[in-house]
């Protein structure tokens, strides 16, 4: 057996932080960088565990500083290698200057980044701002829902970042504490399979790297107009990703039997008149809520969005259009909108789905709970909106 | 006529390859880096990567668009990031069984200052490259402002000379001594007028750099900060060495020598009478920056003198 | 949201910036710079080659048993003039040479 399938091919109840860890060694990096923040830290532990036991084997560099681990996995993958880091809150925006880097230069680095509210007001709790602060980078993003799906999102994070196609670096989110911590029932796939399901990449044409002696230069100059035309590259390689990642979520179905919707998942939206949409653990919690309302007789359905750059226009167009209300509720505030930042992209797509009533909700920072009575309170005033009465375009909670 | 015999100085020998740099790059005319840069290009051989940064040397180690000047490998990367890039090209090339010399080349600015951390941290992890830091004492390709090489005294756009100031008030950080007490195999100290020790400790350093961490400090005079006339700079890097303002030195795994001792090293004043950042050094300023160079070469001397 | 199909101008075959020093190599007439010249008194110097090896764009070419400036990158900065241990090399004037047919 191997040594991998020793602690492997099995259903554990394991943390967050470890199904992230498990994920990214099931993937074989090359180069992993470790630097520890809270919620983050249990996973570089685990990782330096495998490391330790010969069931990971890589290159475990203990950097200094979260920007160090950036630039280690963006240099170790431009010279060819899988890489892999995970940050957090101030971690992730120490790291802002390299994540440029990364995504300029279509490094396929695949980070975890554990919700955590970053500067601003120290903090040590759950939140979305991290996530939102980096949005314009030109990386992916995903957001996971359970632990679950965080090591499934992890093993699809290699396969989409190394799609010949797509050549982006991929952030997969997951709120620190609510399931960085939370211990849930997972099952942790034989290395072996992973392997058959990243081996499509094997077939794929290789994408350039930096060789000693070949007189190649990484990161030159982009000089008018081929500044532009890399720009538009990079775009147009955002704007493939939408489909692809429906792709890969059918593929990882067919692989492992698990499927989440791809860009997006909906439930019980088909004939619902309001729509409530977010991201991130609040989805388990709303789940429960829009199936007792749904006994109360209210036609309420749920978005669980889990792309979020770039964002599911088409695909979240396709799911809202119609409908009488729609509540989005955010993890985070956009400053200079005065409302929730999945709110205010949602909202612009109100072209799509029709002018109808649209509320933000705030709740969930400072690791204050997402409760069932606040979402049964944000789907009662979507309900009264959408039959004409005012409403409060912006509500905080509690 | 007597028969001429052709000579090729000593250091000819240490050439591993022919210059690959293009006949014609953007530094400027008398510029110490541009000896410096095509030096190391010859010296340390065609699977060299370099890894560079915003500074004096970018707009010559970049590359435009599809285009470059040299044809060494070539990393670019934020100030912040030259040495952790560096620790991920070399990381992977080993694991990969790719033979490279990756040499992180940065200015002090990025070395003592901005980079410092990233710079340290790799050193501490004893990571398989070599740091070559060109100090020309200040940040020259952004408009001359200070950084911590700039020595005490030293006029500069951001520590300028007027009724309120005499310069730079605090003395420079000793970035060679700091980065010796890092428990890596090799530390030295070169310059451009002494270019067959330069030679020995490159070559040093590409084979230490097997073992782990290799750091060079170089004294790179820039003619326009330092306000020298262009035919000047291989002259000022003699005067450093002949006032012990720059000694020469080595440490190899933690060992101190001096590889070029001074036997009656001159004042202070023969190197900052040819610069013009010094020009309105008054006497006690001088003297102040004679006893830290004093200083300096004590401690020096102590480790080098240390028992074993 | 879509981005136009057809192959934009293509500058780079990559998605990022790669440089290719051996299909692309890049050089400047620094020569152009200069506003004088070293000029090597065969009769002094010994060939020693220092002004070759301090030469900072290592300009100084091999002439048969001596060394020459080569004037299409020289920019004339004098160090070779200064650093010669013979003296055997003095900067002129650009101007000396205003009549001559560049090369």
Known sequence: ?398 | MSTIEKKRPKVFEYFQSEDQFAGGVAFCAGCALELNVRFISKVMGKNTVLVGTPSCSAPVLNGQNVAAWHKLGHYACTMTGVASSATGLARYYQRAGIDANVVCFTGDGCAQDIGFQTLSGAAERNEKMIYICYDNEGYMNTGIQRSSATPFGASTSTTPVGSQSQGKTTGSKNMPLIMSMHDIPYVATATLSHLEDYAQKLVKAKEKAKEGFAYIHVFCPCLVGWKIPMDDSIQVCRAAVRTNYFPLWEAVDGKFQMTHKVNKPKPVQELTSRLGKFKHLNDENLAILQSKVNKRYKLLQALCEAPE | MAVTEKKECCIFETEASWSYANSHLLCLKTGEWRTERPVVNREICNSCGICFTYCPPQCMVDDGDYYKANLEFCKGCGICAKECPKGAITMRSEGDYANECPK
């Open chain 1, 1 to 398: 057996m191997s040594a991998q399938n020793r602690v492997s091919n099995q259903t554990k109840v394991i943390t967050g932080n470890a199904a992230a860890a498990y994920g990214a060694m099931l993937c074989r990096p090359d180069v992993v960088a470790a630097y520890p923040i809270t919620p983050q830290s249990e996973l570089i532990e685990q990782l330096a565990q495998f490391h330790a036991d010969g069931i990971l084997d890589c290159e475990y560099v203990t950097v200094e500083g979260e920007n160090s681990a950036q630039n280690v996995v963006c240099g170790a993958s431009m010279a060819g290698g899988r890489t892999f880091t995970a940050t957090s809150s101030y971690g992730l925006v120490y790291m802002y200057d390299a994540m440029f880097n990364t995504a300029g230069y279509r490094a396929p680095v695949v980070m975890i980044n554990v919700n955590r509210e970053p500067p601003g007001i120290h903090a040590v709790c759950s939140g979305q701002q991290d996530m939102i602060s980096v949005r314009d980078t030109g990386w992916v993003q995903l957001i996971a829902e359970t632990c679950q799906e965080i090591l499934d999102l992890t093993i699809q994070a290699f396969r989409l970042a190394e799609d010949y196609s797509i050549q982006l670096p991929v952030i997969i989110n997951y709120d620190g504490y609510y399931l960085s911590f939370l211990a849930e029932s997972v099952n942790i796939p034989a290395i072996e399979d992973v392997d058959k399901y990243l081996s499509v990449l094997k077939s794929q044409p290789k994408r350039p790297t930096l060789i000693p002696g070949e007189a190649i230069g990484c990161g030159s100059h982009g000089i008018g107009m081929g500044y532009v035309e890399l720009r538009r590259k990079h775009m147009a390689a955002m704007d493939r990703v939408m489909p692809i990642v429906d792709v890969i979520d059918e593929e990882f179905g067919q692989a492992f039997g698990r499927r989440y919707g791809g860009q997006i998942e909906t439930y019980r939206t088909e004939d619902a008149d309001i729509v409530l949409v977010t991201s991130g653990s609040a989805v388990g919690t709303a789940r429960t809520v829009i199936d007792a309302k749904r006994e109360e007789g209210m036609k309420v359905g749920l978005v669980k969005l889990r792309l979020y750059r770039p964002f599911p226009v088409l695909r979240l167009s396709d799911a809202l259009k119609g409908k009488k209300a729609i509540g989005v509720l955010d993890r985070s505030i956009c400053f200079g909108w005065g409302c929730g930042p999945l709110y205010m992209e949602t909202k612009a797509i109100s072209s799509n789905i029709g002018h109808v009533p649209m509320l933000s909700f705030i709740d969930g920072l400072a690791n204050m709970d997402i409760t069932k009575e606040h979402i049964g309170q944000m789907i009662d005033t979507i309900f009264k909106a959408s039959q004409g009465d005012s409403y409060q375009e912006v509500t905080w909670l509690p």
